[in-house]
């Protein structure tokens, strides 16, 4: 069981930016081997759900509303700790924000942009494909929605 919180950007302790920054570039830069830009700006403008285990960050996604990042309002950074997967702390943390986007921006219908091999995963979240795939960050991707 992991205890998840919800902070703007302002409410982010310099503790908590180091953790979900390390955890982001665990995984997207250093396990999947991809060179990009992960501090892009956008983070003040996210709220950031952050999943904890043990006082210590094992997934985290970050949130925005309509027009912040795509039309609709979007999840994404979807990221959890490898060596925690097994528990299945993504459906954790997913439910987390999909939840968070109903009650702190009023929405229901949501857009990510996936990395196509997680199409399954987001499926069973009730996300579905839109459109053809695409590269991004040299990464196959697939624009998904829930409504």
């Known amino acids: 069981m ?5 902070k703007a950007f302002k409410d982010l302790t310099t503790q908590d930016l180091y953790d979900l920054l390390q955890l982001r570039s665990e995984v997207f830069v250093v396990e999947q081997d991809c060179v990009y830009q992960d501090i ?3 983070d003040q403008k996210a709220l950031h759900v952050i999943g904890f285990k043990n006082h210590n960050v094992v997934a ?3 949130l925005f509303k309509p027009g ?3 039309e609709k309002a979007s999840i994404g950074r979807v990221v959890v700790r490898d060596q925690e997967r097994e528990h299945k702390y993504g459906y954790d943390i997913m439910k987390a924000s999909i939840k968070a986007i109903k009650e702190h921006y009023n929405e229901t219908e949501i857009k990510i942009s996936a990395q196509t091999y997680l199409k399954r995963f987001y499926n069973n979240l009730e996300f579905y494909e839109v459109g053809e795939e695409y590269l991004e960050d040299g990464i196959p991707h697939i624009t998904m929605v829930k409504t």
């Open 60 to 62: 985290y996604t970050r």
């Open 2 to 6: 992991i205890d998840i919180k919800i």
């Open 40 to 42: 892009d700006g956008k």
């Open 68 to 70: 912040d990042y795509f």
